[in-house]
């Protein structure tokens, strides 16, 4: 069979539509030299959660690279490379010192840079020390999570310190959860808000409690910057117009709205409950690593359960493989959606159509970045510091606008855009500032009727 795809439009037409297609090898691969793997090593991504860091160092695998991590006695956490450079025996069996790790097999001490500090059975004037370096590569531990940066090291960007990791009265939990199969399916379900209405909601019934009016198709509207998306949903219940805005930040980073939401009053700029990245472990498995965040002003029905969030735990339905083989299927979730797609999901076996704008548009950017990296040209970094954190956009902003004569999709639509303006607008505001400035313009432009809460 060629590697076109052949369509049957027939009946009974399976035949026609069999024989090996090859993955979308640009998108999925991301181990080290190829395209994927290199753009990927341009940013920093979470490799670990801090509880794993124990007196004994951890092997893991992030983008194909067998690597180890621990946490030394002076409290500083290494990420090397697992096998040794004297004779590849791996770290994961070495000890933790006052300073790096010490190999089992010949005792090579290592620091947490690679620099080799000792080799024990080697002559006092042997050089050996001087002339090679464990592969070791930097982190930063950021509220339970370790990122890494695994690229270039003159090319290093600046810790990606989003408005969204330090918003007032918010409590951040780490998560981390196991997917069998490549990180673009999973990352992917991020940019498609389509998934929602029939996954959370009308094939099995609604999944996530205040979120049942997902089951109305909703009138999407996207926006492209240069470090990513923003895009957002908009559905009408009454009077009522919620709109959720999703962040997605390219390559594997993604925030959405309030988990446990309710829909009964006008809220504005609520922010994100969910700050996530997907880290290809290799070709065929990811990571995510992430934050719940808990705040009642986003959290309006206050189910969310922090004890259920964690090592291959988060609360709310249908995230990990860890329920009965019956509920899986009787009432299957997003990580059944996304690793059934199996390892690597073939594109040239799919037939997109007008919901998987979202998906398209992502693929289209991440090659376009490949691209840029192969060709030595610039990317884009979601770059910000405390002081002055990168925006982004993830929640809740529900208005009363009542129906009028026009067509209500139109009117959502032009809705978000507005909101939407006015969001980018206050991007020269920080904190407070930033959230009254908002709320002042969207007075200013919908009237204090959009905005007044009606206390039940
Ligand atoms: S293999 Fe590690 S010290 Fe020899
Ligand atoms: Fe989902």
């Given at each position: 069979m060629s590697e076109e795809v052949r369509w049957s439009h027939k009946p009974f037409g399976g035949y026609h539509i069999n024989g090996p297609l090859e993955e979308d090898v640009e998108l999925t691969h991301v181990g080290p030299g190829t395209p994927c793997g290199e753009y990927m090593r341009r940013f920093w991504h979470p490799v670990a959660m801090t509880e794993q860091l124990g007196d004994r160092p951890v092997p893991i695998r992030i983008l194909g690279e067998d690597l180890v991590i621990f946490k030394d006695l002076s409290n500083r956490i290494g990420l090397l490379h697992r096998h040794c450079a004297h004779r590849r025996a791996s770290l994961e069996f070495g000890r933790v010192e006052q300073k790096g790790i010490r190999c089992c097999y010949h005792g090579?001490?290592?620091?947490?840079?690679?620099?080799?500090?000792?080799?024990?059975?080697?002559?006092?004037?042997?050089?050996?020390?001087?002339?090679?370096?464990?592969?070791?590569?930097?982190?930063?531990?950021?509220?339970?999570?370790?990122?890494?940066?695994?690229?270039?090291?003159?090319l290093k960007p600046q810790f990606p310190f989003l408005d969204s990791f330090d918003i007032p009265d918010h409590e951040m939990i780490p998560y981390s959860i196991h997917s069998p199969c490549n990180w673009l399916q999973e990352s992917e379900n991020s940019m498609d808000p389509f998934h929602s209405v029939f996954l959370h909601g009308r094939v099995n019934g609604p999944?996530?409690?205040?979120?049942?009016?997902?089951?109305?198709?909703p009138v999407v509207e996207y926006h492209k910057r240069p470090e990513g998306f923003v895009y957002s949903h908009a559905r009408r219940q009454g009077d009522l117009v919620m709109m959720r805005f999703h962040d997605h930040i390219t390559p594997n980073m993604a925030q959405n709205g309030g988990m446990f939401q309710r829909l009964d009053r006008p809220k504005i700029f609520g922010r994100t409950s969910l700050t996530k990245?997907?880290?290809?472990?290799?070709?065929?498995?990811?990571?995510?690593?992430?934050?719940?965040?808990?705040?009642?002003a986003d959290e309006v029905l206050r189910q969310g359960d922090k004890?259920?969030?964690?090592?291959?735990?988060?609360?709310?339905?249908?995230?990990?493989?860890?329920?009965?083989?019956?509920e899986r299927h009787a009432n299957p979730?997003?990580?059944?959606?996304?690793?059934?797609?199996g390892p690597i999901n073939i594109h040239k076996r799919e037939y997109l159509g007008t919901t998987d704008e979202g998906v398209v548009m992502l693929?289209?950017?991440?090659?376009?970045?490949?691209?840029?990296?192969?060709?030595?040209?610039p990317i884009a970094h979601a770059e910000g510091s405390e002081d002055k954190p990168f925006h982004t956009y993830g929640g809740d902003t529900i208005l009363r606008v009542p129906k009028d004569d026009s067509d209500d999709r139109a009117l959502m639509r032009r809705l978000q855009r507005e909101v939407m303006k006015v969001m980018f607008s206050a991007d020269d505001h920080e904190g407070d500032d930033r959230i009254e400035y908002i709320t002042r313009e969207i007075v200013a432009r919908f009237g204090e009727d959009a905005v007044r809460v009606d206390v039940k």
């Open positions: 090579w001490q290592f620091d947490v840079d690679g620099t080799i500090l000792e080799t024990p059975g080697e002559p006092a004037e042997s050089e050996i020390r001087q002339r090679i370096c464990q592969g070791a590569y930097p982190v930063i531990e950021y509220r339970g999570l370790v990122f890494a940066y695994m690229g270039p090291p003159n999944q996530f409690p205040g979120l049942e009016h997902f089951v109305e198709l990245w997907v880290v290809p472990l290799d070709d065929t498995n990811s990571r995510k690593f992430g934050w719940r965040h808990f705040n009642d004890s259920q969030v964690g090592w291959e735990k988060v609360d709310f339905y249908g995230q990990t493989a860890h329920r009965s083989d019956e979730g997003d990580w059944e959606a996304w690793t059934s797609q693929r289209s950017k991440l090659k376009k970045d490949i691209r840029s990296v192969q060709r030595g040209k």
